[in-house]
């Protein structure tokens, strides 16, 4: 993983390119131009001290293939990843979001979150990877898995 720069957006564009990828978020892909904006503000911050934005891209074999984010405020984590299509179903989601989690608990963060759609079982078996436990809990329709 390398952290998030502006200059990662073009490639990101490519890696984002596929409208299923949308199926259970919403939205749609982004253009250059939207995700370079998007990771201004990102690479910002929230403007707000007790929120911080950390936000990596995952690279293999010298290509992007997706990213990882997480805003923690306080000692609460809210954690999420992408992979592109061309490379899910390798294990790059379990080992970022494994690695995001581990990365978390040794800074200190009590409680990780993260947003699953019920439909969405390849999701769901990165966050089990990840060491969360899937609450009833149910906000804007996706389920709260938490550690």
Not at 72 to 82: F, Y
Not at 97 to 108: I, K
Not at 126 to 136: E, I, P, Q, S
């Amino acid at each position: 993983m390398h952290p998030l720069r502006v200059e990662y957006a073009a490639e990101m564009a490519g890696v984002l390119a596929d409208p299923d990828l949308y199926t259970f978020t919403g939205g749609e892909p982004p253009t250059v131009e939207v995700l370079e904006n998007r990771y201004r503000r990102q690479l910002e911050g929230p403007g707000n001290p007790d929120e911080h934005w950390l936000n990596w891209v995952i690279q293999y074999d010298g290509r992007l293939v997706g990213y990882v984010q997480s805003t923690v405020t306080g000692r609460t984590a809210e954690i999420a990843w992408v992979i592109g299509t061309d490379w899910q179903g390798r294990g790059f989601a379990k080992e970022a979001a494994r690695g995001l989690v581990a990365w978390l608990d040794g800074q200190g963060v009590e409680r990780i979150i993260a947003h699953v759609h019920p439909d969405h079982a390849a999701s769901a078996a990165v966050t089990a990877a990840a060491g969360l436990t899937r609450t009833d809990q149910l906000d804007d329709g996706e389920y709260l898995w938490t550690t």
